[in-house]
Structures are given as C-alpha cells and as structure tokens.
C-alpha cells in the first residue's frame, strides 16, 4: 500500500508555476529517487510534501489528507523531511540540534534514538557541544539526517545529500541511508542530481522534467532506459 | 573621592531599573529583530494594574505583583496573536511602525482609565538608608537590583536549560528548519512577547516606588534602556544587565559633574546610543554570526 501519494500537485513560487501536476506514489518500506536536471522540480515536490511551498492537488499520507496541513503539523504526523542546505541550526550546537529534532517527541532525546544515531555517525558523541556551524559539510549533511531520526519519522525527505560532498562521503551517506531505511524502517524518499548512486540506492525512480513526471519505473530498469542513460547517467 | 564612588554605587542602582527594561527589548529583539518601542508603555499599563489591585482589592504587593505578571504575560502573547502576527513577513520598518503605535495605544488607554495625577505607589521594599564603609546605600535600590539579578538568572536557566527555551532560539533563528521539525513558530513569537511584556512589568513595579506612578512614567527610562541594550549587544541578557549598569552609572556622573548635565541625561543617552553603533555596532557581548561558507 503506498504510504504516500501525491495526486496532480501543483506548486510554485509567487507567479512562477513550477510543478504542473505531479502525481506519484511511494510505498511503504522502500526507497524512491526522484531524479531530473537543475529546475526540473525535484526540490519543490518535496516542499510541496512538507508543504512548505504553496500549492494545490491533493497530498495523502498514510490515510490523511495533508494537503491544507501546515508545515509542523506534517512533521508531527512523521514526515522528516532535510531541506536542501542541509537545515543545520548553525549557531545550536551538535546535542542542541539533536535535541530539536527530538522536539515533537515526549521526554526529549531518548537514549535508544541517541545511542542509535551515534552507531551511524560515531563522530558525534565527542563533537556535542561543537557549534554546528563550525561542521564540515559533510558533518553537517550527517547531523541532519541525525536530527530529523531523532524524530522517529515514518518517512525520510532528503534534498541532495550528495552536493557539495566528496564521492567517499556521499557513498558513506548512502551507505546509511539504506541502513536507515532497512533497519529502523523508514521509508524514504531521496531527491538527487547524482543519479548512479540514487539508482543503485532505490528501488523505484520517478524522473521529473519541467515540473512533470515524465519517465518512472523500478530503478534497475531506469538503469537500462537509453534516454534516462544518455540524459542522467552521462554514459 | 567618597563623594564619586557614592555616585557610582547610585550609578549601578538606577542601572539596575534600566537593565530590568532592557531585558524586555533585548527579549523581542532575538525574537523577532524588532525594537519594541512600546516595552516601556506596556510596563506602565502592567504597574497601573498592580496599582489597582492594591489600592482598590486590597492585595498585599506580591500577591499582586504574581497576579500582574500573570496578566501581562497574557497581555504580551495576546499582542503578538491578535496583531504582530498579521505583519508576519513584513519589513522591520513596518513592525517598528506597529510598535510606535502600541506605544501611544498603551499611554492614552493608560491615562483614559487611571488618570495623569501622579501617584505615589508602595513597593516591595522600604526606603530605608543604610550606611556601608560612610557610602549611602538604600534598601530599595540593594532591591531592585537583587530582583534584576534573579531575573536574569531565570532567563538564563530558561533559555538553556529548557526545551521551550531551547525551542524559542531555535525557532527565532531558523523559522523555517524549525517548523520541519514540529516546532510552532508562531506560538514561540508569542511566548517571547509574553516573557518580554512579563519582564517590563516588573521593571515597572520596580520602579514606580522610586519615581512615583504616571502614565508617561518609562518614557525617559526607555531611552536609557536602548542605550543599554545597545551597549549589552541588543541580543544578550546578560549584556542589557551590564550595559544598564554602565548606562546608569555614566548618567549618575554625567549629572554630578558636567554643568548642566542633570538637564543633558537624555542627550547623553542617545549619546552613549549613536557612539556604540558607530564604534561597535555588536555592542559588548553581541556576537558575530558564525558562518561557514
């Protein structure tokens, strides 16, 4: 059963339309990529989940209809999404960061999510009072996908963890973006413009072009499709 | 040299009331980045209702002292939901403007209720003289300033060891990173007006023994409180506390030994406020942001 569903969406920004109908569906367990050139949507149709973009169509959630849901009240029903820029709260410092993203939980950080999260990123328990700002770029992508955990999501929204980072780095992110998803059970949904490792990390792919879905499918036959090939894999 | 240090030591008392202001200013300001020209005016309505409580239903002053902080706290989140939160999003010229007008709202409705006659208002603490070393020290003041210093205490401890005031820097920081992670960032502005419009109560209470209880009353100690908070860093507690204290006791020597300067405090608040913004415009413990690029 899809945990997600998104249904003829319309987004944009003042009186620029930049989604034009979207509609996809992520079902429960998996990962999905969303892939496409720069401005194609990818970044909107997340914002349009979170809702923090104005749009129209419907957006339903494990039964609920979130469409008119303001932007707390998504995270509150366990919507994680990490917006692009990584979201840090750059002058907090790593353990007030965490402690945000335990924010909508009762009792703050629970010792079973910290201890959890310091597995995947074991720099962390020695970094905690470092100012966040003062992170790597990498470190920063880390401790946002730290963060929105804390909030025991149902689902992950992640915005280009890849950019800006190293090839070793990035394949470490994905590394745990599949642990995250297989071990703690989050679905996630995975926006990227590195579409190799987006392909070899999901299951399924959505391929957006000017605000449309134009190709979609399992990821091992998006691989294969020559013009997602030429247009994203660059081979 | 007696004579000086005693102006010093009245100096830091009357900085204490500017410090109590500046808190409030200092408290919206990281919310919001505004400047809250209505905090003193607020602090008058929330004192005259203290007023009330105590001369009409006969409360003891910290009974009503508790009752009035409970309702200025009200009256401050009432504020940033019913009228604030429509400017969300609107420059800071605009907010600054609405402020201006909650300034002459607060004073006309305060004189339409309670009157222009000054009143003489009993506070917590006698006016008594004791003498310390041959310097003059007064209960009320040694007052005043202990209910600064547990003020700023409890802002501390508020602002970094809870998870609403963990939550209020976040939110007033990053709005949109906090409302991904549930945070309801409009209730937080709200929580910050009514801390703000709770702390100029207090400053107002503390004051009006000493300088008896009118509706224009914090007009002058607004000034003196910008200027401190200004000098403090306009984002720190901490700083709005020194940097009244630093105001108070430059006002209490400019009054004693330039000529004609008790008549001359006002210009050189606004002094002490263009010399630290054109000198160090972060003031003394505002800190530049840190950024990674």
């Known amino acids: 059963m899809a945990l997600l569903e998104l249904n003829d969406v319309v987004a944009g920004y003042g009186p620029t339309t930049v989604l034009h109908g979207v509609s996809l569906s992520v079902d429960e367990g998996g990962i999905v990529a969303l892939l496409g050139a720069n401005g194609a949507g990818k970044t ?44 840090t709260l750059g002058q907090l410092t790593v353990w007030e960061n965490l402690q945000m993203g335990a924010y909508i939980r009762r009792g703050g950080v629970a010792k079973a999510d910290y201890d959890r999260v310091c597995e995947y990123f074991a720099w962390i328990p020695e970094r905690r009072r470092q100012v966040a700002a003062t992170l790597s770029g990498g470190e920063q992508q880390m401790l946002a996908i730290a963060r929105a955990l804390m909030m025991r999501p149902r689902m992950l929204l992640l915005d280009e963890p890849s950019l800006g980072l190293a090839p070793l780095i990035v394949q470490e992110i994905f590394k745990i973006v599949r642990a995250i998803n297989e071990q703690d059970k989050v679905t996630v949904l995975v926006v990227e413009q590195n579409a190799s490792i987006a392909l070899q990390a999901s299951a399924h792919a959505y391929v957006l072009e000017v605000g449309r879905v134009v190709v979609s499918g399992t990821s091992v036959e998006l691989q294969k499709d020559e013009a997602v090939r030429r247009s994203y894999l660059g081979y | 040299m007696l004579a000086f240090i005693q102006q010093i030591v009245s100096g830091i008392a009357t900085g204490g009331i500017y410090a109590s202001l500046a808190l409030g200013l200092v408290l919206i300001y990281r919310a919001m980045d505004v400047a809250n020209f209505a905090q003193g005016e607020m602090a008058t309505f929330s004192t005259f209702i203290s007023y009330s409580l105590i001369e009409y239903a006969h409360f003891d002053f910290w009974s009503a002292f508790v009752v009035t ?10 504020i940033e939901r019913l009228l604030i939160r429509r400017f969300e999003g609107a420059p800071v010229l605009t907010l600054l403007i609405v402020t201006l007008g909650l300034f002459t709202i607060f004073n006309g409705v305060t004189g339409l209720i309670w009157g222009y006659v000054f009143k003489a208002y009993r506070g917590a603490f006698p006016s008594t003289p004791v003498q310390f070393g041959g310097l003059y020290l007064n209960t009320q003041d040694l007052g005043v300033f202990a209910v600064v210093l547990v003020m700023l205490l409890l802002l501390y401890l508020f602002f970094s060891r809870t998870k609403a005031g963990l939550a209020m820097r976040a939110a007033s920081l990053y709005p949109d990173s906090s409302r991904l992670l549930g945070v309801r960032v409009g209730w937080m502005l709200a929580l910050g007006w009514g801390l703000a419009s709770t702390v100029g109560a207090v400053s107002g209470m503390l004051v009006a023994p000493i300088i008896f209880l009118d509706p224009n009353m914090m007009q002058a100690i607004l000034l003196f409180a910008f200027a401190a908070a200004v000098l403090g860093g306009i984002e720190s507690p901490l700083g709005a506390v020194i940097g009244g204290v630093a105001v108070g006791i430059v006002m ?9 300067g008790q008549d001359l405090r006002l210009a050189f608040g606004l002094v002490v406020i263009v010399v630290v913004l054109l000198v160090r415009p972060a003031g003394l413990f505002g800190r530049a942001a840190v950024k990674r690029v």
């Open chain 2, 69 to 78: 902080i409970l309702v200025s706290f009200g009256l401050g989140v009432a």
């Open chain 1, 44 to 87: 909107t149709t997340l914002r349009a989940i979170s809702s923090t973009v104005r749009r129209t169509g419907r957006v339903v959630f494990d039964g609920h209809d979130i469409s008119s849901h303001a932007p707390e009240n998504v995270a509150r029903l366990g919507i994680a999404h990490v917006p692009e820029g990584r979201g």
């Open chain 2, 252 to 260: 209490a020597l400019v009054g004693t030994y330039i000529p004609g």
